[in-house]
């Protein structure tokens, strides 16, 4: 059960679930990564699985973030940072976080506002063909070079909004797995990483270290050439909290080099049929970003989108029948990439 | 990392605790499961291990529950059940709980206050035993009967305290184990099991369903007789939130028969030299009851016992070389049994 909870007067989300579901007397148990929390929970679901004490497993990613005003939202996801020092200290919330790196991409690599609007244009598109978009409006880069700015260079549009949401998927062990489904679609490996609690400490500011070594992790486990990433898998969901967000994933996945991921949504090569389609649900930015759902809902999107099940506009080609998820917690203090596949792992 | 959460204004205390232990990168997440979080800390690590996807973890468990004023950690203990109906509406915390229970108890099988009394005798003499309880003084029936009540009938020597503290284990693969220690100790099975919301839909309230689900799929795992279960373990950390909650997990956990429980107490059996020494650290009661650290602990009490390391006075003579930790989160809410050997789990 993932969930980041602190929203809702309930706490013990996962009996809840447990009770309403018939599953009371199954074990469970909450898992919390900040804005990681789905794919954590995915990785403990799958963890139980792979260890033989479970025959199948139900992770469910739940937030409801629309119960608590907005303020307390704003100063509960503060808090994911580094909280004694940059947020009680500084002030320092998300949309200021990602403020510091776009400032630092932009001026080290030349990229302009207009350029990170390209981003939001692309996931609203998306959106819009998502029935399960929480915004299904599209945007053109002048809307978003007007919106108003939250932390800049930042503007509305640049913003994952607050989302309600829930995402739930069943995890099963090979033998039982073939039994109850014809088309499984297989954990082929999971990356895990952290990062510094004090971004003071941090290496860079164009990229998350934590992505880059679990991804480099996922990339090993699922003997995969990391030189050559967007030749292997077919579609991405990225953790496009902010439009800045998505750029850095694109290098630090290794969909582009350092500097150059820019390139790709100039080019449009992150839509469907460019070199590697990324978050063609919408993303956080348009499809929403329920915390604890939201690693949870990438999962579906990958079983969807190799299932070849995706609303028409959004399905991309499946070539190599594998698909990759980016969730990241707080900037970079945790992050997790799963691979999935239509094949089985090897080993 | 089993951690609570709620108290402290920190969020991200996994990536805290891995920049300070030099562990940045790798990673990490918050599991909880109410008071039987520490538990499903350790689950979450073993799972990770067996599964072959970590060769070493680390489980932490740790609350600092003095940084909040009393009425609020009372209030946010109090959630840990059913929020909506039975907290919101009924103003139930949990001596209140637990009052329940000990009621219904005491007329069903004649038990007095005095009864429950002897349990905190136990677990506060051991606490003085253990340098790192944290109440070290041993108490009298007569000082627990003149104790001030909580919720009748249970007074403030039935009920555990507030506690701050941390405990931690390394769980390490078999080829990894048999490399860095001589004197290793085993987690032969876990059981997990939930109950329901509301305390309206249990079954009874002489015990908590929860736990008997947890401790017979525990003893399955381990092929353990359940019948002849304290012929097969040489010591129990049981969760003595409140003395009666300890009479019921004697016969949750098959120590005794239902109702026969208070027996064990009475006789003085669950001391060191008894048929089950029980709680022999100080318990929830004394040792303190720092709610994600909980169940931890219990693993690092169980692995001092098993490896002959108890401080003089609470060392269990070691015949079977078995260990079992109780661990429960709410009002049976959430359970874990866990079974600690020197033996190689077979299979």
Redesign the interface.
Known sequence: MGNA??WS????V???V??YSG????????????C??GS?AV??A????????ADIALAVGVEKMNESPTPIVVE?IG??????WEF?NFGLTFPGYYALYATYYMQKYGVKEEDLCEVAVKNHYYGSLNPKAQFQRRITVEECMKSRYIAWPLKLYDCSPITDGAAAVILASEELATKITDSPVWIEA?G???????LS?REDYDGL??AR??AQEAYK?AKLDPENIVKQIDVADVHDCFTIAEIMAYEDLGFAKRGEGVKLIREKQTYVGGLIPVNVDGGLKAKGHPIGATGVSMAVEMTKQLLGKAESGRQVTVKNGRGLAHNV??TG??C?VTIYSLSKPKG
Chains 1, 2 share one sequence.
Do not use: M
């Open positions: 909870g602190g007067s309930e706490a013990l996962p009996v809840v447990n009770e599953l009371t007397g199954k074990g469970a148990f909450r898992v919390e990564a900040a990681a929390t954590a990785k403990a799958a963890d139980a699985v792979a260890a033989g004490v509960f808090r994911a940072g580094n909280y004694f009680e999971i895990v990483s952290t990062g510094t609690a004090n400490k270290k934590a070594i679990a486990r917690g707080g203090h945790y997790y």
